[in-house]
């Protein structure tokens, strides 16, 4: 049962491990350069910053991590994680479907009722 969680944690591990990889990379490439004279300290750190930003950026843009919760507790502790302006949007989609349903069930019962 925990087997999908434990994939799904592997994965949001190694993406993070990447961006400190890169990060650490980045660091190291920055001291070196500071080091040749190539750039000035504030440069370098000035930079670094940036790059840090940018990294942190794209990770929040492009990691999208989705629990599909097994078990009714599994839901509960999903939604206790929420904030409110997920649940509002939750909210909202239920809404939609239900409407939706409520929609198609009445046109089935006017089909019926034609034939």
């Not at 300290?41 to 670094?48: C, D, F, R, S």
Request: aromatic letters at 0%; charged letters at 35%; proline letters at 3%.
């Amino acid at each position: 049962m925990d087997k999908p969680l434990d994939g799904l944690k592997k994965l949001l591990y190694a993406g993070i491990g990447g961006v400190a990889v890169t990060a650490e990379k980045t660091k190291e490439i920055l001291e070196d350069m500071i080091e040749k004279g190539e750039l000035t300290v504030e440069q370098g750190k000035a930079l670094n910053q940036e790059l840090k930003h940018n990294i942190k950026k794209s990770v929040k843009e492009n990691v999208n991590v989705s629990v599909k919760p097994n078990t009714p507790e599994e839901l509960s502790e999903l939604l206790d994680k929420m904030t409110p302006e997920q649940i509002e949007l939750l909210k909202s989609q239920i809404s939609k479907l239900e409407s939706d349903a409520e929609q198609t069930k009445t046109e089935e019962e006017d089909g019926e009722v034609d034939e």
